[in-house]
C-alpha cells in the first residue's frame, strides 16, 4: 500500500514562510519524480512544483517561481516544499504526488499517487 503523508500546513501571515514535508511509504521512492498541487476553494487543482528522481532537475509554476523551493531526501523518502514570502493568494490545500517515470510532469493526470492535502492559510 502506497501511502503519501503530508504535514507542516497551518496559518500564517502574509510574508511568513512554511515548510511542507511530504513522507512516501510503500513504494521505491528514489524511482520516482514528485510534484507539489495546491487547490483553493472553488477552484481546480494547479501544479506548483515539481521534482525529478534525483532532484537534479526541477521546475515551478510562474505564480510561486523564486518564492518556493522543492526538495527531497531520498534517504529519508521525503520530498520538501520551501514557501517564502507567501501571499494570501497562496492560500489552498496542498497536495504531494508521486509517478513512476523519473522525469518531471506537470498535469495532475501524469501523477498516479496522492496525499490528502494540508491546509495552508495565508491571512493579509
Known amino acids: 500500500q502506497v501511502q503519501l503523508v503530508e504535514s507542516g500546513g497551518g496559518l500564517v501571515q502574509a510574508g511568513d514562510s512554511l515548510r511542507l514535508s511530504c513522507a512516501v511509504s510503500g513504494r521505491t521512492f528514489s524511482s520516482n519524480a514528485m510534484g507539489w498541487f495546491r487547490q483553493a476553494p472553488g477552484r481546480e487543482r494547479e501544479f506548483v512544483a515539481a521534482i525529478s528522481w534525483s532532484g537534479g532537475s526541477t521546475y515551478y509554476a510562474d505564480s510561486v517561481k523564486g518564492r518556493f523551493t522543492i526538495s527531497r531526501d531520498n534517504a529519508k523518502n521525503t520530498v520538501y516544499l520551501q514557501m517564502n514570502s507567501l501571499k494570501p493568494e497562496d492560500t489552498a490545500v496542498y497536495y504531494c504526488?508521486?509517478?513512476?517515470?523519473?522525469?518531471?510532469?506537470?498535469?495532475?493526470?501524469?501523477?498516479?499517487?496522492w496525499g490528502q492535502g494540508t491546509q495552508v492559510t495565508v491571512s493579509s
Open positions: 504526488a508521486a509517478r513512476i517515470p523519473r522525469y518531471i510532469a506537470t498535469m495532475r493526470n501524469e501523477y498516479d499517487q
